[in-house]
């Protein structure tokens, strides 16, 4: 019975990677960037196959408003082969490594005009079944704060503050009164040693005996008290 | 004792929910435009018949609208953690004291409202767009600024309350 449970589950983990074996590849969603300045575009696949010789990496650009995506960058072969005709030409930089699955690109001198979507699709021979994934651009002339943050923030920081008010507050509850306790045990202590010392002089000689009453008298009045302000 | 404890209750959930609907309906201004229609805008969305994200609301203009959508949504919520607080209290508190925590919750929270709508009283031109400056105060608006003496009486309410057996 378990041999044929263990027989099962090995020939349906070889079967189900083979149907879904269909390469995966991540961009980023949304970048950002300040006008002169330079980014990195990054593209990375997911594929069931170890990386083949063949890999090939290929970038398009979709300009904000155009109908046609242009191809800017094609790695095959072991070679990387960069924009020298489109807008991207001197601009564009192969800063990745085929061998460890990443086909990152770097754009310099970013303008206003190079806002579009950037799309990366990858193939990992045999392994060449999936979908391109796209990267929105966005050139600003300063950083935009993004919508959420400064409300996130906020929250965050009076919340976080009040919950550490209401804990210092309860903490300090909490120590007060365990010095409180600890100085009353201390106390009681203290007057249990005293009125054994009295009894013991009262043994020997009974003529010094009224003012070690009267002291014993005095220390089991106090601890009456103490008890009475205890409750 | 009954009759105080439901009234406060009972004020205490009609601020929160004044609260809530302040927060979440998007009418803090009002805009007829000549064509007819009506837009409601602010603090999430603008709406005419679909609704659109307010625009620049990713942008440092809109660093004051962030800060008002920050405000609103603590005075919400420390209103309905001094509810909570406040139940905690009625059982544990002992005879003839007071109830300290509720009240300074509710005056935190009144407080927040007071600071969200004074700074959209202030900023609004700020991160409102050309087309939308000229308008009227919505009802969100007015409700905010109704929850505010609303949880400032229900604060100091529970700091006179004592509790009775």
């Not at chain 1, 010392?197 to 000689?205: H, L, N």
């Not at chain 2, 064509?35 to 603008?46: A, E, F, K, N, R």
């Not at chain 2, 007071?114 to 050309?130: D, K, L, N, P, Q």
Request: proline share 3%.
């Amino acid at each position: 019975m378990l041999t044929i449970l263990a027989l099962a589950s090995v020939v349906l983990l070889g079967i189900v990677p083979q149907q879904s074996e269909a390469i995966v590849i991540y961009t980023g969603w949304e970048r950002h960037a300040l006008v002169g300045s330079d980014i990195r575009l990054s593209c990375s696949f997911f594929s069931w196959r170890w990386t083949s010789d063949d890999v090939t990496f290929s970038w398009s650009y979709r300009a904000d408003g155009a109908r046609d995506a242009i191809s800017i960058f094609h790695y095959t072969g072991g070679a990387p082969y960069v924009d020298n005709k489109g807008p991207f030409r001197d601009r564009l930089e192969f800063v990745g490594n085929p061998g460890r699955r990443d086909g990152s690109i770097l754009l310099k001198n970013l303008d206003f005009g190079d806002n579009g979507t950037f799309t990366c699709d990858a193939k990992n021979p045999p392994d060449i079944v999936g979908r391109a994934s796209s990267v929105r651009l966005l050139v600003f002339e300063k950083v935009p704060i993004q919508a959420g943050v400064i409300t996130g923030s906020i929250i965050g920081a009076v919340l976080g503050l009040l919950l550490l008010i209401v804990v210092i507050y309860y903490l300090m509850r909490f120590l007060v009164a365990r010095r409180v306790f600890n100085l009353s045990v201390s106390k009681h202590g203290k007057k249990g040693k005293g009125k054994e010392g009295s009894q013991q002089r009262q043994g020997p000689t009974l003529s010094i005996g009224d003012p070690s009453k009267l002291k014993a008298a005095a220390s089991e009045k106090k601890k009456q008290e103490s008890r009475k302000d205890k409750k | 004792m009954l009759v105080i404890l439901t009234f406060i209750i009972l004020f205490h959930v009609i601020s929160g929910i004044l609260l809530f609907i302040s927060t979440i309906n998007n009418a803090w201004w009002v805009i007829s435009a000549p064509g007819g229609s009506v837009i409601y805008t602010d603090l999430w969305y603008s709406c005419n018949v679909t609704c659109l994200p307010v625009k620049n609301s990713a942008s440092t203009d809109a660093a004051y609208l962030q800060a008002v959508q920050a405000t609103m949504i603590l005075s919400t919520i420390l209103c309905c953690v001094g509810f909570f607080v406040f139940i905690l209290q009625l059982f544990r508190l002992k005879q003839g004291e007071r109830f300290i925590f509720t009240a300074v919750v509710q005056l935190l929270s009144g407080l927040c409202v007071m600071i969200g709508a004074s700074i959209y009283t202030a900023e609004r031109e700020g991160f409102t767009e050309e087309s939308l400056r000229k308008g009227g105060y919505g009802s969100s608006y007015v409700l905010a600024w109704v929850s505010f003496p609303m949880t400032l009486i229900s604060g100091l309410m529970y700091l006179v309350l004592r509790k009775r057996k």
